[in-house]
Nanobody
Framework: QAQVKESGGGSVQAGGSLRLSCAAS??????MAWFRQAPGKAREGVAW????????DYVDPVKGRFTVSPDNAANTFSLQMNMLKPEDTGMYYC?????????????????WGPGTQVTVSS
């Protein structure tokens, strides 16, 4: 089974930027998605990318601020987060799914990373 691991989390002030990376040990699926979970809240999808077509989609609260894209390293994708808000705070998880269609249903994803913490202060 492919290993997936996130990196790049940290603490920033509102309006700042962070770049998260998701590295997979091998090609583990067509879809790669970012999910996040804030304390006391359910996990929610943030963005996904089709690793074959590079099609992407974002949830409304992050549209225009977050960008998911392939990275220079093989099997690595990044989530560029700009204009961060306190409500973006949470644990961010990378996950891969074998088959399309890509989406934000977490049970469709079978490989998950351990998560990386993002904290945005006001």
């Amino acid at each position: 089974q492919a290993q997936v691991k996130e990196s790049g989390g940290g603490s920033v002030q509102a309006g700042g930027s962070l770049r998260l990376s998701c590295a997979a040990s091998k090609i583990s699926g067509v879809c790669m998605a970012w999910f996040r979970q804030a304390p006391g809240k359910a996990r929610e999808g943030v963005a996904w990318i089709n690793t074959g077509t590079y099609a992407t989609d974002y949830v409304d609260p992050v549209k225009g601020r977050f960008t998911v894209s392939p990275d220079n390293a093989a099997n690595t994708f990044s989530l560029q987060m700009n204009m961060l808000k306190p409500e973006d705070t949470g644990m961010y998880y990378c996950a891969t799914a074998r088959y399309p269609p890509c989406g934000f249903v977490s049970r469709s994803y079978d490989n998950w990373g351990p998560g990386t913490q993002v904290t945005v202060s006001s």
